[in-house]
C-alpha cells in the first residue's frame, strides 16, 4: 500500500489578537499551508523534483522547515540539548539532498511532532526574551524568531506552489 500525505484543516490567519496571537496564527497558517501544498501526494510524488536541475522537493521542504524550527525555537532560543535534524557533518544540506531514500511518513511525523515540541518550548516565554545566537553571536528576541520562521514559511510556501504544480497541475493559495 502506498502511503498519501493526509488532508488537513488549514486554520485561518487571525484578523485581530494581540501580538503573540497574531504571531503565532500567521506561523500556524503557514504551516498549514506547508501541509496543504502536499495533501493528498504519494511519497513518490513528494519526492519528484521541482525542474531540473533544481532537486528541490516538497518533502524536501518538509524536512527543512522541521529542522529550522528545531534549530531556531529549541536548539538556539530555548537552549534544548537536541541533535539537528537530517544534516551531517558531511552534508549540510541532508534534509534536501538525502530525500530519494527518505521514509515520508516518517519524516512527516517528525515534522508534526518537531512543531509541538518547538510551541512547548516557547509557550510560556516573554517575546522580549533574547538569546545570543551562537551560529554568529548576535542577540536575537523570541519575536524575531516568530518573525523570521514566518518569513521562512512565506518563502518556502511559494516554492512549494511551484512544485506542487509541477508535479500535479494543482494551484491554489
Known sequence: MTW??????????????????????????????????????????????????????????????????????????????????????????????DVASADAEADFAVYRAELVACDAAVADRDLEETFVDPLGGSTRSLRWVYIHMIEEYARHNGHADLVRERVDGVTGD
Not at 57 to 74: D, I, K, M, N, Y
Open 4 to 97: 498519501t500525505a493526509p488532508v488537513i484543516d488549514r486554520r485561518t490567519e487571525p484578523y485581530v489578537g494581540d501580538e503573540r496571537t497574531m504571531l503565532q496564527g500567521w506561523l500556524d497558517f503557514h504551516r498549514d499551508t506547508l501541509l496543504q501544498k502536499c495533501r493528498g501526494l504519494t511519497a513518490e510524488q513528494l519526492k519528484q523534483a521541482s525542474v531540473p536541475p533544481s532537486g528541490l522537493t516538497l518533502l524536501g521542504l518538509v524536512r527543512h522547515l522541521a529542522l529550522v524550527e528545531r534549530s531556531w525555537f529549541r536548539i538556539r532560543f530555548a537552549g534544548e540539548d537536541v541533535k539537528d535534524l537530517y544534516i551531517t557533518d558531511d552534508n549540510q544540506d541532508a534534509e534536501f539532498d
